[in-house]
């Protein structure tokens, strides 16, 4: 994504939402590297507090989910990234009951990417917070989201 096309306001709202053939909401996501693959960049959740890989809905104005996962890189964790892989898409593996309106079915399309720019200003600063952990830390912050831990493990950082 080229300077001139980030923005500083973050996308809301589902009116523009991708949906899959069985009603599933199509979201992408990056998994942050550093350059030497030793550490990736995880953002604190807004809705549980707990850390989370960049991700959210891929939008009918986008043309790739690659597209999406770098604008959602973008605003909640205020960085620019070079994707170097697809990861591939990972199932919903919630339980039924944990399905809800604001967190319905959905397909996640991951992208492994190298943080090339970590800006001080970005459009979800007030909302999140961003660190920088190793594997076995990122596996421990991600123990309780078995999609953004799958994600993880496709990955390839170092796992030491």
């Given at each position: 994504m080229a300077q001139q096309e980030r923005s500083m306001e973050a996308r809301t709202g589902r009116n523009n939402q991708r949906y899959g053939p069985n009603g599933e909401r199509l979201?992408?996501?990056i998994v942050p590297l550093s350059a030497d693959k030793y550490y990736v960049?995880?953002?604190q959740s807004t809705?549980?507090?707990g850390w989370v890989l960049p991700k959210g809905g891929w939008e009918t104005d986008e043309a790739t989910a690659q597209d999406a996962?770098?604008?959602e890189a973008?605003?909640?964790?205020g960085i620019v990234v070079r994707v170097t892989y697809d990861l591939g898409t990972i199932a919903e593996q919630r339980k039924p009951e944990q399905l809800s309106t604001q967190a319905p079915k959905a397909a996640y399309h991951f992208?492994?990417?190298t943080v090339e720019k970590q800006e001080q200003v970005w459009p979800e600063?007030?909302?999140?917070s961003r660190q920088w952990m190793t594997f076995a830390q990122a596996s421990a912050a991600l123990a309780s989201r078995p999609e953004l831990l799958d994600a993880?493990?496709?990955c390839t950082m170092q796992r030491s």
């Open positions: 979201v992408a996501g960049l995880l953002i809705r549980r507090g996962a770098c604008r973008w605003e909640e964790a992208f492994e990417a600063m007030n909302k999140r993880l493990q496709r």
